[in-house]
């Protein structure tokens, strides 16, 4: 009788912790059930549940192979209030908006990705900005104007045609200007052609057109030059800046008409030294180890004969400890007092080499026929080998690492 007392006792406790267990466990879950019922409720009168209910009828559509011909358009919340209209198919579109015009940006919810961000139909102009053109807003310390042309080759004709379209920013004088610009091709400084005069603008815009004739052959031996000058109320013309521009360079073709901006330089107007002057620029870079020339263009030259088979030429060489390291030419141009290259030639030369390293830069005359002339010569470097304005060059080239310094050196005869 005792066991079986104790027995029930015991069963009687087994039973009354599982119904209390099960219980605990129902209660549970009904707070679950509660509170999801509780954080979908506010929610059911937005956007957000028709998105939910639209994706899963498609999805049953989609599993019955019953899909519907029409898909429904949803309206993002950023975009409500703006007018729209009911249409028989249940899409809606906007009323009398810009079709360009992008939602109001803001802080977006999770289900503000599921509906996109932008209306069907529309486009984001960002994405097809061009890139922004800068050569009329980014413009050099100390400029003092800038000049934009075409140039456009007819192969039948023979014919150079070069469109002055305009200059902008120009640094006159005085407070009113009225600029026009006259056009050489090189190397004939004889004839010229000349643009209209705009009156009292500093900012001219001529769109003119001129033509010059010039055979194929001798095309790339030639170079646009363009001045551009004011007038002031005297009738007195002053030179306010010049582009030079080498045709060598450029393939000039009928289809292929070349739109071209150059910043105006100064012209020197100092008179030539005794031989001529060259211009070149200077470039060291120190991590490369690099040298780099840029001959531009000569003046006043000394030609030794008026011959139309004479041409002139520079040699740039390299020398250290005035030992002979490397040289390299710029093309021979027909016989020109006045001959523009804008060649660009780099060197080999270690950091450690600058203070014992020179370049020597050399004119040179040749005939057929005939031996080479000497037309004139400057030597740039430290202060081993140069005094005066080529020091100055080359310390300055050596104080500017990676820029460009440009200068006019007069020639000598000097070995």
């Not at 954080?39 to 559509?61: G, R």
């Not at 949803?74 to 249409?87: A, D, K, M, N, Y």
């Not at 990705?113 to 050099?140: Q, R």
């Not at 095309?219 to 109320?233: C, G, I, N, P, S």
Request: glycine share 6%; with cysteine.
């Amino acid at each position: 009788q005792a066991v079986a007392v104790a027995g029930g006792i015991i069963g009687g406790i087994l039973l009354f912790v599982l119904l209390g267990i099960t219980a605990y466990l129902l209660w549970k879950k009904f707070c679950h059930l509660f509170s999801y019922e509780k954080l979908i409720d506010p929610v059911k009168t937005t956007n957000a549940n028709a998105i939910f209910h639209a994706q899963a009828n498609s999805e049953i559509q989609l599993k019955s192979t019953s899909r519907s011909r029409s898909v429904p358009f949803i309206i993002p919340p950023t975009l409500h209030g703006r007018g729209w209209v009911h249409l028989t198919n249940e899409e809606q579109v906007q009323e009398d908006t810009d079709p360009y015009m992008t939602p109001q940006s803001g802080p977006r919810s999770s289900f503000h990705s599921l509906a996109g961000a932008y209306v069907v139909g529309t486009i984001n102009p960002d994405l097809y900005k061009f890139p922004e053109d800068k050569s009329e807003t980014d413009f050099p310390d100390g400029s003092i104007g800038r000049l934009w042309f075409s140039i456009e080759y007819e192969q039948e004709s023979e014919r150079l045609l070069v469109s002055l379209i305009k200059v902008r920013k120009l640094q006159p004088p005085a407070d009113s200007c009225s600029p026009f610009v006259k056009i050489y091709l090189l190397p004939d400084e004889r004839s010229y052609l000349q643009s209209k005069t705009k009156r009292k603008t500093l900012n001219p815009q001529f769109d003119e057109n001129f033509v010059f004739q010039v055979s194929s052959k001798m095309l790339l031996q030639r170079t646009l030059k363009f001045l551009v000058y004011h007038v002031d109320k005297q009738k007195k013309h002053h030179l306010l800046g010049q582009v030079i521009f080498p045709l060598k360079n450029e393939a000039l073709t009928e289809d292929n008409k070349l739109v071209i901006w150059r910043d105006l330089e100064k012209e020197n107007l100092e008179p030539p030294s005794e031989h001529g002057d060259i211009q070149f620029s200077l470039s060291y870079n120190d991590y490369l180890g690099r040298l780099t020339v840029v001959v531009l263009r000569a003046r006043g030259l000394k030609l030794q004969e008026e011959s139309p088979a004479a041409s002139v030429y520079v040699k740039v060489s390299l020398m250290n400890h005035n030992k002979f390291i490397k040289s390299k030419k710029t093309a021979a141009l027909l016989g020109t007092p006045n001959p523009v290259y804008n060649e660009t030639f780099s060197f080999k030369a270690d950091q450690t080499e600058m203070d014992t390293a020179s370049l020597s830069l050399s004119v040179l005359q040749s005939n057929k026929g005939e031996k080479t002339l000497l037309l004139g010569r400057v030597v740039v470097g430290p202060f081993m080998y140069t005094r005066g304005k080529e020091l100055e060059h080359w310390n300055e080239m050596i104080s500017k690492p990676k820029e460009l310094v440009k200068r006019w050196h007069a020639l000598c005869h000097g070995t």
